[in-house]
């Protein structure tokens, strides 16, 4: 399949030439088999939910996306049009190769769209509808084990939202300072809960200049699931009549933080009324980097908070930590290490192990957890903050069957992480992953021991031919512990882009 150029480079008389983008194709078919049912780990984490639980699978994805034209200003550099748009669609469908362990006939196929969006952009702001994969706070998008809040563990659903992709920095300044910021509205769909929302903000700073040597970066992102109607809701105390509270006024209460107006109402229970509307999830972030003409360093700090106690730092030292590595040397060796990630996370604080309504910050902070919305920061069974803190359905069956509180029963850990990136100058392209965590489960319901676990990823992609964009990816992983599964397995595929 050819490239498609909507409009022709075009410059008569001196006129500015403008270029049409090219609408970008992609391909792949491939597989993927354990020496258990369960998909390993690192096979299926920050993979937006397209990565089967069970093995062995088949798969086909297909994705095709336009992104906004550009104009070239000189030989040497190309700016984006202030306006344009574009579009991004990608397909995935599985198919389970066993009927093992299946509970129903339709879970032997499974269709998603990660992607399926439009957008449009005009100066440095960008408006999108639909589904898209995204990641949200300061750290190393491409190799980090997980963000806090958002980390692309989970399948996109659809939301609109204005922001600021990249950083816009600010003249009058100088260009000292720069910001990112958006707001989002977006819909739960085909959920354990109907009609819920997500509230989504964010903002973010940068000091220094484009040619400093040493920025600093900080801000925070701001996530409410609010309203919906369930069953389960019926004739309890979190709610009223099974619905939980959806007027202007509700939405103005989530979007600021604050408590409704009154302790209960028609609206709402006493729950919602000394509790604040909706399940709230986010993290503050900082980050430090220095940019040198061989290497950039990025030293990043991720802090979760759920209510007035995260907020307040009442749960430190909580958080992801995280250093990274870039390295801008040109490839001169048989093989270059690109990118190195070292990660640090830790949720056993909590703001403490006692509950108290009374107190100004109550603490057993529970993360993901929530007693309104029983499968709590998830999406279709899937995390959407870090990885680590998975539903029990994930976890080993003895270890699953220690407690039956909560979807999350292991919310408080302690893991290491590293991951590394690196290519050799006529051969594939390696990626490496590794984690070790100590789990603790809740504090409603600890483990009567500290289970260990053990996560490993070896991949690699090697160029098919001498034709660009075909790739053969292959990949194995390794489970060894006492929380999950122990699994052997692996993942094939050929990948073509037009």
């Given at each position: 399949m050819r490239t498609i150029y909507l409009l022709m480079c075009f410059a008569p008389l001196g006129l500015t030439v403008v270029c049409a983008q090219p609408?970008?194709?992609?391909?792949?078919?491939?597989?993927?088999?354990?020496?258990?049912?369960?998909?390993p780990f690192w096979l299926r984490a920050n993979q937006y939910g397209t990565v089967p639980l069970n093995s062995p699978a088949a798969t086909v994805r297909l994705g095709m996306y336009r992104d906004y034209k550009t104009r070239p200003d000189s030989a040497k550099s190309r700016r984006t049009s202030r306006f344009g748009w574009?579009?991004?669609?990608?397909?995935?469908?599985?198919?389970?190769?066993?009927?093992?362990?299946?509970?129903?006939?339709?879970?032997k196929w499974a269709a998603f769209f990660p992607d399926a969006y439009a957008k449009i952009r005009y100066g440095r702001l960008e408006l999108f509808a639909g589904n898209r994969r995204e990641v949200y706070g300061i750290?190393?998008?491409l190799l980090t084990s997980g963000f806090v809040a958002w980390s692309g563990n989970a399948l996109p659903f659809p939301k609109i939202q204005l922001h600021t992709p990249d950083y816009v920095s600010l003249g009058f300044t100088k260009h000292l300072f720069a910001f990112r910021a958006g707001y989002a509205h977006g819909w739960f769909i085909n959920t354990y809960i109907r009609g819920s929302y997500l509230h989504q903000k964010y903002l973010y700073a940068r000091l220094g200049k484009p040619h400093w040597r040493v920025r600093f970066y900080g801000g925070l992102n701001h996530q409410v699931q609010w309203g919906g109607r369930a069953d389960y809701l019926v004739g309890t105390a979190l709610s009223v009549d099974g619905s939980l509270p959806t007027s202007f006024r509700d939405y103005l209460s989530i979007v600021t933080g604050s408590y409704p107006d009154a302790i209960q109402s028609s609206r709402f229970t006493d729950f919602d009324g000394t509790n604040r509307i909706g399940n709230h999830v986010g993290s503050y972030d900082v980050g430090v980097e220095w940019?040198?003409?061989?290497a950039n360093w990025l030293l990043y700090r991720q802090h979760p908070y759920e209510d007035a106690s995260g907020l307040s730092f009442q749960n430190l030292p909580d958080g992801l930590t995280g250093l990274r590595f870039l390295n801008h040397q040109p490839a001169t060796h048989t093989f270059q290490i690109r990118r190195v990630v070292v990660e640090w996370l830790r949720t056993t604080n909590q703001s403490g192990p006692t509950f108290d309504l009374s107190a100004r910050f109550q603490g057993q902070d529970n993360y993901f957890n929530n007693s309104q919305y029983r499968e709590g920061w998830s999406y279709r069974v899937r995390t959407i903050g870090t990885p680590f803190i998975m539903p029990g359905t994930d976890l080993a069956p003895a270890v699953a069957g220690l407690s039956s509180a909560g979807f999350f029963p292991n919310n408080r850990l302690i893991t290491w992480y590293a991951g590394l990136n690196g290519a050799f100058r006529n051969g594939p392209t390696l990626t490496v992953r590794a984690s070790h965590s100590r789990n603790f489960g809740m504090y409603k319901r600890p483990y009567p021991a500290v289970f260990?676990?053990?996560?490993?990823?070896?991949?690699a992609q090697w160029p098919l031919g001498r034709r660009a964009g075909t790739l053969l990816s292959t990949s194995f992983a390794l489970d060894r512990g006492e929380l999950l599964p122990d699994s052997f397995g692996g993942f094939l595929s050929v990948r073509r882009t037009w």
């Open positions: 609408i970008r194709y992609e391909a792949e078919v491939g597989g993927m088999t354990a020496s258990v049912r369960q998909t574009g579009f991004g669609i990608n397909a995935v469908a599985n198919a389970a190769l066993s009927e093992r362990g299946l509970a129903s006939a339709s879970e750290g190393d998008t940019n040198g003409p061989k260990r676990q053990f996560s490993g990823l070896l991949s």
